[in-house]
């Protein structure tokens, strides 16, 4: 460990070297949660990208059968959103 038989070594500095150790695994262990809360950040931020993409590319499949004439009543369920969104803003 130190070059030292255990036997050799007095018991302050048993307690030394568990304060070091300590100090070391506290630091360990910080780094460790800020890993860990830094992973978690990234998972959220993540799934609300992913969320987003798959909005807008709904919208853009939409808008596709729209312009095709696949979707008949396009303009009613444009007047319905339009009405959702605008109650959502006036909140």
Same mark, same amino acid.
């Given at each position: 460990?130190?070059?030292?038989?255990?036997?050799?070594?007095?018991?302050?500095?048993?307690?030394? %070297?568990?304060? #070091?150790?300590? +100090?070391?695994?506290?630091?360990?262990? !910080?780094?460790?949660?800020?890993?860990?809360?830094?992973? =978690?950040?990234?998972?959220?931020?993540?799934?609300?990208?992913?969320?987003?993409?798959?909005?807008?590319?709904?919208? %853009?499949?939409? #808008?596709?059968? +729209?312009?095709?004439?696949?979707?008949? !009543?396009?303009?009613?369920?444009?007047?319905?959103?339009? =009405?959702?969104?605008?109650?959502?803003?006036?909140?």
């Amino acid at each position: 460990m130190l070059g030292i038989e255990p036997k050799e070594i007095k018991s302050i500095q048993w307690y030394q %070297l568990l304060g #070091e150790i300590s +100090v070391l695994l506290e630091s360990q262990n !910080d780094e460790n949660t800020k890993l860990m809360e830094d992973l =978690k950040r990234r998972e959220e931020r993540y799934g609300r990208r992913e969320q987003e993409y798959r909005k807008h590319i709904d919208e %853009l499949q939409r #808008e596709l059968r +729209v312009r095709q004439g696949y979707e008949r !009543d396009a303009e009613k369920r444009n007047k319905r959103t339009y =009405k959702f969104l605008k109650g959502k803003l006036d909140e």
